[in-house]
């Protein structure tokens, strides 16, 4: 099974959605979560990342998001999410629901992005609901409006996913005739449950099958980097287009 076959899969799909997970941000540079260098591999999440934290421990939530924040200056979208930009415009792609906070793939032009956990780029108050900039988060201002605590749009442990990225997305994997499962290690409910629920091909891409998606009946599986087995299909593809 090769980027040939992945590349005739979506030469034959009319409605393809692509789920990524923090294995697509990995090649940006910023870490994941649940590998053996993962950040909760030294960081209990319910400390820090918690609607709990948020409201009984918030300096040291603000200071764990902060980091997050800044360390996203040193980072760009790699090529792996410029090639589903262009899949994008060429109408190979329909949507990309990400697992993702970063933004990245919307600063690689893709413009039909579901942001199944949020983001931290964007800061609201938590009481009022008010925007705010990035930088009055940064540099610990309260909400202007209230007086409220800062905090990112991310979904926090403890919250629901929002609404209409998570509708949007139903919606799309019910109809998609292929479904690109790049990055993730599909551990984190109610996420994991969304390729079966998909009546299409299903394809992961991924540097390993964990023990979770070999649970999965997928079609295809290719074992890497998801930047170069991107770049791969996209040279088989070279300038096809759907109409």
Not at 57 to 80: S, V, W
Not at 210 to 229: C, K, N, R
């Amino acid at each position: 099974m090769t980027a040939e076959t992945l590349a005739h899969l979506m030469k034959e799909s009319n409605h393809t959605v692509v789920l990524t997970g923090a294995g697509m941000s990995t090649e940006s540079g910023i870490p994941d979560f649940r590998s053996s260098k993962g950040l909760w591999q030294n960081i209990d999440p319910r400390i820090v990342a918690s609607t709990e934290s948020l409201q009984k421990n918030y300096e040291q939530f603000r200071e764990f998001y902060q980091m997050r924040i800044t360390a996203l200056d040193n980072c760009e979208p790699h090529k792996g999410h410029l090639i589903l930009a262009d899949f994008e415009k060429r109408g190979l792609v329909s949507l990309i629901a990400t697992q993702n906070v970063d933004q990245l793939h919307q600063q690689a032009g893709s413009k039909n992005v579901a942001e199944l956990h949020g983001n931290i780029v964007s800061i609201r108050c938590q009481k009022c609901g008010k925007p705010h900039a990035k930088e009055q988060f940064l540099n610990n201002s309260i909400c202007t409006y209230c007086s409220g605590k800062l905090r990112p749009n991310v979904v926090l442990f403890g919250e629901t996913l929002p609404t209409e990225a998570w509708d949007r997305t139903l919606h799309e994997i019910h109809d998609a005739d292929l479904v690109l499962v790049i990055g993730t290690s599909l551990e984190v409910y109610p996420v994991n449950q969304l390729p079966s629920m998909s009546k299409g091909k299903l394809v992961y891409i991924n540097r390993e099958q964990t023990s979770t998606s070999a649970h999965y009946s997928f079609d295809l599986v290719l074992e890497g980097s998801a930047g170069e087995i991107l770049a791969d299909v996209h040279r088989e593809l070279k300038d096809f287009k759907k109409l």
